[in-house]
């Protein structure tokens, strides 16, 4: 079929649908081969994108209307500027994708301002128009793409460097395709919104609301995942199980703010001290946990054990400033193990963890309760 039959064809047809101007499906069947088609209506079931869509759409479109270059563009009012999105040129004239220019020098603001949907004479509507004179449009036809809360997303054209007549099927086409396009944008960015909530619900499910860090949930996985890549690679795995010791003491003296404010700062110290791979969680209350990787031999191990506790206790001891509050806080208990992944499961290997965290408490006691006095005596002079 040649391209130039197409609008004497369409001035044969009657306008018989009965649903907002939409044509028939044996008006749209008169206007093109049943083989194309067929293949654009495959083309809109497997869509997946609206790329996908939108291309054999515009080269319908152009079988329909006889002009030479169809295309989507994005408005963004704020920013004063459309955007072709996508396009397809059959002949001379070449509207490219990603072209973008003022807004209000375009056709399309000047044909939504009007209520004009199409001219065959550009320069004698808007000869002022800057766009069309360097793109050569003489006739031209557009329809807006709004979403269903009344938004304007953009708008679906037709153009052509010839005067063609547009017949009023050809109008009802266009308007159809723009609802079409219209409707697989919503569904794309509901798409986008329900994966960006399951994001967030998942990011909220693994992560501690007051400090940000890992959660309990997320941290005894990555100590799974950790025992699970230690038996790959021949490692072992690092567990530090942190007790913040006069804890009670200070939410007791200063006030729950004060506490939340002091493990939230210990929760940015801890972080400053993890070497790369390490994984920090707050288990919950003023308890924290680092997992990680150390080398398979037993010297090598307790080496890197011992200098992470070294370097972690040196982190959250002395100093802190909270708002009107602050005092020297003597440091945490800590237990910590390097655990052989073949001789031992992730949940033995974190009650041992905690079982040394009690041991080190113990031997820290006298410590322990020198600090809890000097916080009862500020609690009495308050």
């Known amino acids: 079929m040649v391209m130039e039959t197409q609008g004497d064809k369409l001035a044969e047809i009657g306008c018989g649908s009965q649903h907002r101007g939409v044509p028939s499906m044996n008006q749209i069947n008169a206007m093109v081969p049943q083989e194309f088609l067929e293949r654009?209506?495959?083309?809109?079931?497997?869509?997946?994108?609206?790329?996908?869509?939108?291309?054999?759409?515009?080269?319908?479109?152009?079988?329909?209307t006889g002009l030479e270059s169809t295309y989507l563009t994005r408005i963004d009012a704020d920013a004063g500027v459309q955007t072709i999105i996508f396009s397809r040129n059959s002949k001379t004239m070449?509207?490219?994708?990603?072209?973008?220019?003022?807004?209000?020098?375009?056709?399309?603001?000047?044909a939504l301002d009007e209520g004009r949907s199409y001219t065959e004479d550009v320069s004698a509507c808007w000869g002022d128009s800057e766009a069309a004179r360097s793109l050569g449009i003489r006739t031209y036809a557009s329809t807006p793409v709004y979403l269903d809360d009344n938004r304007l997303y953009g708008?679906?054209?037709?153009?052509?460097?010839?005067?063609?007549p547009f017949s009023r099927e050809g109008r009802q086409v266009l308007t159809l395709f723009s609802t079409l396009i219209a409707q697989h944008i919503?569904?794309?960015?509901?798409l986008e919104q329900l994966q960006k909530a399951?994001?967030?619900?998942?990011?909220?499910?693994?992560?501690?609301?007051?400090?940000?860090?890992?959660?309990?949930?997320?941290?005894?996985?990555?100590?799974?995942?950790?025992?699970?890549l230690a038996e790959r690679t021949g490692q072992r795995v690092l567990i530090v199980f942190i007790d913040l010791d006069g804890f009670k003491s200070i939410n007791d003296t200063y006030g729950h703010d004060a506490g939340d404010a002091f493990l939230i700062e210990v929760g940015h110290r801890l972080s400053g001290g993890l070497r790369t791979g390490d994984v920090l969680g707050r288990l919950?209350?003023?308890?924290?946990?680092?997992?990680?990787?150390?080398?398979?031999?037993?010297?090598?191990?307790?080496s890197v054990a011992e200098a992470t506790r070294r370097r972690l206790a040196s982190l959250i001891e002395g100093e802190f400033a909270l708002g009107p509050c602050s005092f020297a806080y003597p440091g945490a208990s800590f237990?910590?193990?390097?655990?052989?992944?073949?001789?031992t499961s992730p949940e033995q290997a974190l009650r041992d963890a905690d079982a040394l965290m009690y041991a080190d408490k113990r031997e820290r006691r006298r410590e322990?309760?020198?600090?809890?006095?000097?916080?009862?005596?500020?609690?009495?002079?308050a």
């Not at 490219?96 to 000047?110: A, I």
């Not at 399951?198 to 995942?225: C, I, K, V, W, Y």
């Open 40 to 64: 654009v209506s495959s083309t809109l079931v497997s869509a997946r994108t609206v790329g996908q869509l939108t291309h054999p759409l515009l080269e319908l479109l152009e079988l329909i």
């Open 94 to 110: 070449q509207i490219p994708e990603g072209l973008s220019v003022p807004w209000d020098d375009t056709l399309c603001k000047r």
């Open 155 to 164: 708008t679906l054209c037709a153009a052509s460097t010839e005067s063609r």
């Open 186 to 190: 919503q569904r794309e960015q509901l």
């Open 198 to 228: 399951n994001a967030a619900l998942e990011a909220e499910s693994s992560t501690d609301a007051l400090t940000g860090l890992p959660n309990r949930r997320f941290a005894l996985m990555a100590l799974g995942r950790m025992f699970t």
């Open 284 to 302: 919950g209350g003023d308890e924290f946990i680092v997992v990680g990787l150390v080398p398979s031999g037993e010297m090598a191990g307790a």
């Open 335 to 343: 237990g910590v193990l390097h655990a052989d992944p073949f001789s």
């Open 368 to 381: 322990v309760d020198h600090f809890r006095g000097r916080i009862a005596e500020v609690r009495e002079r």
